[in-house]
Antibody, heavy 123, light 111 residues
C-alpha cells in the first residue's frame, strides 16, 4: 500500500534551517510528483512547492522563493524539504503529499498524505 | 491562478445530511478539484476528485455516504447519514500547471 512516512518533530531557533524528509513506499517513486504543504496552528493548508522525483525539477510558491529547497534521493525513495532563515511564524505542521498523475505523467491532486512533521521555531 | 472559496463553518445533526461548497474563481469554472477531510489532530485524507462534469472518483475506503456534484463554478461535497467521526475540516484543492491552491477550509460540526 502507498505510504509516505515523514521524519520526526524538530525544534529550531530563529534564523536556523530545518530539513524534513518524506520516505515513499508502495509505488514507483519516480512516477508521481510530491508536494509540500504546511499548516500553522489553527490555520488552513498553505502550499509550499512541488518536486518531480523523476528529474528533480522543482517549482516553489512565491511566498517561499529563496528560502525553500526540495530535493529527492531516488536510491531511498525519499524527498527532502529544507526551509532556511526560520522565523517564529514558520512554526507549523509540514505535510508531504503524493500527486496523482494524469495521462501525460504530470501531477494533479493529492491522493496520499504523509503523517505530518511539527516544526517549532522558538528562541 | 485559480482561487477557491469555502464557507468557514457548517453544522448539521447526527444522522442528517450536509452539503459543503467550494467555489472556483471567475475564469476557472472548468477546473477539476479534489476534496480532503482533516479530522482533529490528523493529517488530511483524500476523499474524491470531482470533474467539471460532476462525475467523481473516491479514494480508497471512502464510505458511500460521501458524494460529489457541481453547478457552474460551485463544487459540492455531500455527506449523508452524518456520523460523529465526520466532524472535521474539509478542504478543496485545485491546480494550474505546477501550482496548487487550497480553499480556506470548512469546519463541520456534527450536533
Amino acid at each position: 500500500q502507498v505510504q509516505l512516512v515523514q521524519s520526526g518533530a524538530e525544534v529550531k531557533k530563529p534564523g536556523a534551517s530545518v530539513k524534513v524528509s518524506c520516505k515513499a513506499s508502495g509505488y514507483t517513486f519516480v512516477n508521481h510528483y510530491i508536494h509540500w504543504v504546511r499548516q500553522a496552528p489553527g490555520q488552513g493548508l498553505e502550499w509550499m512547492g512541488i518536486i518531480n522525483p523523476s528529474g528533480g525539477t522543482t517549482a516553489y510558491a512565491q511566498n517561499f522563493q529563496g528560502r525553500v529547497t526540495m530535493t529527492r534521493d531516488t536510491s531511498t525513495s525519499t524527498v527532502h524539504m529544507e526551509l532556511s532563515s526560520l522565523r517564529s511564524d514558520d512554526t507549523a505542521v509540514y505535510y508531504c503529499g503524493r500527486l496523482a498523475s494524469d495521462r501525460t505523467g504530470a501531477g494533479t491532486f493529492s491522493d496520499y498524505w504523509g503523517q505530518g512533521t511539527l516544526v517549532t521555531v522558538s528562541s | 491562478q485559480p482561487v477557491l472559496t469555502q464557507s468557514s463553518s457548517a453544522s448539521a445533526s447526527l444522522g442528517s445530511s450536509v452539503k459543503l461548497t467550494c467555489t472556483l474563481s471567475s475564469g476557472h469554472s472548468s477546473y477539476i478539484i479534489a476534496w480532503h477531510q482533516q479530522q482533529p489532530g490528523k493529517a488530511p485524507r483524500f476523499l474524491m476528485k470531482l470533474e467539471e462534469s460532476g462525475s467523481y472518483d473516491k479514494g480508497s475506503g471512502v464510505p458511500d455516504r460521501f458524494s460529489g456534484s457541481r453547478s457552474g463554478a460551485d463544487r459540492y461535497l455531500s455527506i449523508s447519514n452524518l456520523q460523529s467521526q465526520d466532524e472535521a475540516d474539509y478542504y478543496c484543492e485545485t491546480w494550474d500547471r505546477n501550482t496548487r491552491v487550497f480553499g480556506g477550509g470548512t469546519k463541520l460540526t456534527v450536533l
